[in-house]
């Protein structure tokens, strides 16, 4: 583990920030009151439950867990594992396929671009503007970076999915919301054993183990995956090691107290982007620099931590703290980026139900603390070795917020929810090889709820919010002095890059519910930013990303489930249609430079839909089509990349003796297409046009899973 200094803070200072949110103590509200749930929207008159092993965890059940996020007064999704485990999911673009409002594209192996509502338009990698987690305990830092690939897929029992500011359930400030990735656990997991067995194109093989099993007081949980593929383009091999397992202490009936361990060994080329052409008639093709730099992402991480639920007086605390310990051997264009660092935090979550004046009422109050400290080097790039040191320094990063919410029912049917966020962030960073460019920085925000959510019936909800968001820059935005530009050319401004925070002001509306054999999920929204932080690419005198001044995001985000047979019209048969849109109209507004034009990087109408026939002996076939129209690539709208429809068709057996079989076939015309692009100003003003990333091709997987004991 690497040692902490802290220069802004003494270390007595940092513990007991740390612990201040395990210090409160909320008073428990109790009292019985009215339970008004609506059914599922991502099934349809038939909700299949699997048995968990032990109901008296503090651990939620699946229908539990849905019928709390419904709740919520604003977009939400929550997605079972099932959905997703006869299937080839490697990444967020498969768990989160079926999740309108959800934009992940695959850029290569397990890395995704992923935007909620617009969020992280100004990073075309990895991850800003969504607040990941996991069992609610942060995979995102203390900056608001985060990575993909600390999530297993196959370690998922489900996936919380709190768009914008509905996700103050977690204390996210941010714009695209916060994903919370739920793992099994030795009681819910619902086998002993599980097997899984999967392979296909591009030399692709996975091999995954899971162990679960309940001692009564305490239970254990333990899964590794190993995963190779030579990838679909030259230079993006891939090689994957995972471990993720828990233990948990039934200290009492209403204690429980889990420890998480989690290992993640990444070793994943990079191919780079293409030209447009390239990317349309030769996408196995690399980058004209990926394989001379050998252009790779290993990441090495280490997690462990501790969450501890306490039922009483009518209600749950959660506390928790974690620590990661992180590795990441980096080597780009004209550079290696090495790094080594840990973050580490805790928090403490109170959710309680009773009354308040005489009416029913629900209260979740919380708190989170994290720091973070990277020691970063930039060494010269040597054929994807370590050349000659450009740069060494220490960053440093803290964030610590106090939220709340209250929900109280004014009607048996209708409930007024209140919340509020608080927040401060800061960033310290020292260079060691040139003190000029030491600098520091902090930010501080208020964010503030209000929403309403009305039961029509027993299986409708509408709702409305309106509410804010706020993101500071991490230190990929703010540290462009060591910045990746121009092959590796340091920009040379001193300190920090001026930026400021990201701000927003948005209002949603919408409803969901089922009727007969129909379910949807409707929201619309609309939200005004302020400072919004863009990316720009190939321009080697200005900083990469910056502050907009006025945009505009807004949108539909609109899902729909058709049972066209039910099984209790036929003998068993099921037929089900199921497909989600997603409108994003996100501009500039006024602009001195670009008027109203459209912001790049997402296309503005996303359609997805599959058709599922099930046969009562467990054998299921689904076509599916995945569309988009053109996506802009430059914010002066002078050049797209073109949309596309690409057709998939999955297809499996349901075998006695927990066995099953599936078969994957992804793109199956081989249309030639782009799934992502990396932004600029103006496309026909840059030298460089290596800026689209090309959808895969063809490609085949099946796999065998077989859960037993």
């Given at each position: 583990?690497?040692?902490f200094?802290?220069?802004?803070?003494?270390?007595?200072t940092?513990?007991?920030?740390?612990?201040?949110?395990?210090?409160?103590?909320?008073?428990?509200?109790?009292?019985?009151?009215?339970?008004?749930?609506?059914?599922?929207?991502?099934?349809?008159?038939?909700?299949?439950v699997?048995?968990?092993?032990?109901?008296?965890?503090t651990a939620?059940?699946?229908?539990?867990?849905r019928?709390?996020?419904?709740?919520?007064?604003?977009?939400?999704?929550?997605?079972?594992?099932?959905?997703f485990?006869?299937?080839?999911?490697?990444?967020?673009?498969?768990?989160?396929?079926?999740?309108?409002?959800?934009?992940?594209?695959?850029?290569?192996?397990?890395?995704?671009?992923?935007?909620?509502?617009?969020?992280?338009?100004?990073?075309?990698?990895?991850?800003?503007?969504?607040?990941?987690?996991?069992?609610?305990?942060?995979?995102?830092?203390?900056?608001?970076?985060?990575d993909?690939?600390?999530i297993?897929p196959?370690?998922?029992?489900?996936?919380?999915?709190?768009?914008?500011?509905?996700?103050l359930?977690?204390?996210?400030?941010?714009?695209?919301?916060?994903?919370?990735?739920?793992?099994?656990?030795?009681?819910?997991?619902?086998?002993?054993?599980l097997?899984?067995?999967?392979g296909?194109?591009?030399?692709?093989?996975?091999?995954?183990?899971?162990?679960?099993?309940?001692?009564?007081?305490?239970?254990?949980?333990?899964?590794?995956?190993?995963?190779?593929s030579?990838?679909?383009?030259?230079?993006?091999?891939?090689d994957?090691?995972?471990?993720?397992?828990?233990?948990?202490?039934?200290?009492?009936?209403?204690?429980?107290?889990?420890?998480?361990?989690?290992?993640?060994?990444?070793?994943?080329?990079?191919?780079?982007?293409?030209?447009?052409n390239?990317?349309?008639?030769?996408?196995?093709s690399?980058?004209?620099?990926?394989?001379?730099?050998?252009?790779?992402?290993?990441?090495?991480?280490?997690?462990?931590?501790?969450?501890?639920?306490?039922?009483?007086?009518?209600?749950?605390?959660?506390?928790?703290?974690?620590?990661?310990?992180?590795?990441?051997?980096?080597p780009?264009?004209?550079?290696?980026?090495?790094?080594?660092?840990?973050?580490?935090?805790?928090?403490?979550?109170?959710?309680?139900?009773?009354?308040?004046?005489?009416?029913?009422?629900?209260v979740?109050?919380?708190?989170?603390?994290?720091?973070?400290?990277?020691?970063?080097?930039?060494?010269?790039?040597?054929?994807?070795?370590?050349?000659?040191?450009?740069?060494?320094?220490?960053?440093?990063?803290?964030?610590?917020?106090?939220?709340?919410?209250?929900?109280?029912?004014?009607?048996?049917?209708?409930?007024?929810?209140?919340?509020?966020?608080?927040?401060?962030?800061?960033?310290?960073?020292?260079?060691?090889?040139?003190?000029?460019?030491?600098?520091?920085r902090?930010?501080?925000?208020?964010?503030?709820?209000?929403?309403?959510?009305?039961?029509v019936?027993?299986?409708?909800?509408?709702?409305?919010?309106?509410?804010?968001?706020?993101?500071?820059?991490?230190?990929?935005?703010?540290?462009?002095?060591?910045?990746?530009?121009?092959?590796?050319?340091?920009?040379?401004?001193?300190g920090?890059?001026?930026?400021?925070?990201?701000?927003?002001?948005?209002?949603?509306?919408?409803?969901?519910?089922?009727?007969?054999?129909?379910?949807?999920?409707?929201?619309?929204?609309?939200?005004?930013?302020?400072?919004?932080?863009?990316?720009r690419?190939?321009?080697?005198?200005?900083?990469?990303?910056?502050?907009?001044?006025?945009?505009?995001?807004?949108?539909?985000?609109?899902?729909?489930?058709?049972?066209l047979?039910?099984?209790?019209?036929?003998?068993?048969?099921?037929?089900?249609?199921?497909?989600?849109?997603?409108?994003?109209?996100?501009s500039?507004?006024?602009?001195?430079?670009?008027?109203?034009?459209?912001?790049?990087?997402?296309?503005?109408?996303?359609?997805?839909?599959?058709?599922?026939?099930?046969?009562?002996?467990?054998?299921?076939?689904?076509?599916?089509?995945?569309?988009?129209n053109?996506?802009?690539?430059?914010?002066?709208?002078?050049?797209?990349?073109?949309?596309?429809?690409?057709?998939?068709?999955?297809t499996?057996?349901?075998?006695p003796?927990?066995?099953?079989?599936?078969?994957?076939?992804?793109?199956?015309?081989?249309?030639?297409?782009?799934?992502?692009?990396s932004?600029?100003?103006?496309?026909?003003?840059?030298?460089?046009?290596?800026?689209?990333?090309?959808?895969?091709?063809?490609l085949?997987?099946?796999?065998?899973?077989?859960?037993?004991?």
């Amino acid at each position: 583990m690497s040692a902490f200094t802290m220069s802004a803070l003494s270390r007595s200072t940092a513990v007991l920030s740390l612990l201040a949110p395990l210090s409160l103590s909320f008073s428990a509200l109790a009292a019985d009151g009215i339970e008004v749930a609506v059914a599922p929207v991502t099934v349809l008159s038939e909700v299949k439950v699997t048995a968990e092993k032990d109901g008296s965890s503090t651990a939620p059940s699946v229908a539990d867990a849905r019928a709390q996020i419904e709740k919520t007064p604003g977009g939400v999704d929550l997605v079972d594992a099932e959905a997703f485990e006869n299937r080839y999911a490697v990444s967020f673009k498969d768990t989160l396929r079926d999740v309108p409002g959800v934009f992940a594209q695959a850029r290569f192996g397990e890395e995704v671009r992923l935007s909620i509502r617009g969020s992280g338009l100004g990073r075309s990698a990895h991850l800003r503007g969504v607040y990941l987690l996991e069992d609610g305990l942060p995979v995102s830092r203390a900056d608001g970076f985060g990575d993909f690939q600390e999530i297993d897929p196959l370690t998922t029992r489900y996936l919380e999915v709190y768009k914008g500011a509905n996700a103050l359930r977690y204390g996210s400030s941010t714009l695209g919301g916060a994903i919370n990735v739920v793992t099994p656990t030795g009681r819910t997991a619902g086998q002993t054993w599980l097997l899984r067995l999967d392979g296909g194109s591009n030399d692709t093989y996975r091999e995954h183990l899971a162990y679960a099993k309940d001692y009564g007081d305490v239970d254990v949980y333990a899964a590794f995956t190993n995963s190779q593929s030579d990838g679909y383009r030259d230079q993006q091999r891939s090689d994957n090691q995972r471990f993720s397992g828990n233990i948990g202490y039934r200290i009492t009936p209403a204690v429980e107290s889990r420890f998480y361990l989690n290992f993640n060994e990444i070793d994943q080329e990079l191919p780079g982007a293409l030209s447009l052409n390239d990317a349309l008639n030769n996408p196995r093709s690399v980058a004209p620099t990926a394989n001379s730099f050998n252009t790779k992402r290993d990441p090495t991480t280490l997690r462990l931590a501790n969450k501890t639920s306490i039922k009483f007086g009518g209600g749950q605390l959660d506390v928790g703290v974690y620590y990661w310990d992180r590795r990441l051997f980096h080597p780009v264009t004209g550079v290696v980026v090495d790094q080594r660092g840990d973050f580490y935090g805790s928090f403490a979550q109170w959710n309680g139900e009773g009354q308040l004046f005489g009416l029913r009422n629900e209260v979740t109050l919380g708190s989170n603390a994290a720091l973070q400290h990277n020691n970063a080097k930039v060494f010269a790039n040597s054929g994807g070795q370590r050349g000659a040191i450009s740069g060494d320094a220490t960053e440093e990063a803290g964030s610590y917020d106090l939220y709340g919410e209250n929900r109280l029912w004014v009607r048996e049917n209708l409930s007024l929810i209140i919340g509020a966020q608080g927040l401060v962030t800061t960033r310290d960073y020292t260079d060691r090889r040139n003190a000029a460019e030491s600098a520091e920085r902090s930010y501080k925000a208020f964010n503030p709820k209000l929403g309403l959510l009305w039961a029509v019936d027993d299986h409708t909800q509408v709702f409305g919010n309106v509410s804010t968001s706020y993101e500071a820059p991490d230190y990929g935005a703010l540290n462009q002095t060591t910045a990746i530009i121009a092959g590796g050319a340091a920009l040379g401004t001193g300190g920090f890059v001026p930026l400021d925070a990201q701000r927003a002001l948005a209002v949603e509306i919408g409803t969901r519910g089922e009727w007969q054999r129909l379910a949807w999920n409707l929201s619309y929204y609309h939200a005004n930013v302020d400072k919004e932080l863009l990316l720009r690419a190939n321009t080697p005198t200005t900083a990469v990303q910056f502050n907009a001044d006025e945009t505009v995001h807004q949108g539909v985000e609109a899902g729909l489930a058709i049972r066209l047979l039910s099984d209790s019209l036929t003998a068993g048969d099921k037929l089900t249609f199921h497909q989600t849109y997603t409108w994003n109209e996100f501009s500039f507004d006024h602009d001195a430079t670009y008027g109203n034009a459209r912001l790049a990087g997402v296309p503005e109408h996303y359609y997805q839909a599959q058709l599922r026939y099930e046969h009562p002996l467990g054998f299921f076939v689904e076509p599916g089509v995945e569309a988009a129209n053109h996506n802009y690539v430059d914010y002066a709208n002078t050049q797209t990349a073109p949309g596309y429809a690409i057709w998939n068709l999955s297809t499996g057996v349901t075998l006695p003796h927990g066995l099953s079989l599936f078969f994957d076939a992804r793109n199956l015309f081989d249309r030639g297409y782009v799934g992502s692009v990396s932004t600029t100003t103006n496309f026909q003003a840059v030298s460089n046009k290596n800026l689209f990333l090309p959808g895969e091709g063809r490609l085949f997987f099946g796999g065998l899973r077989w859960a037993f004991g």
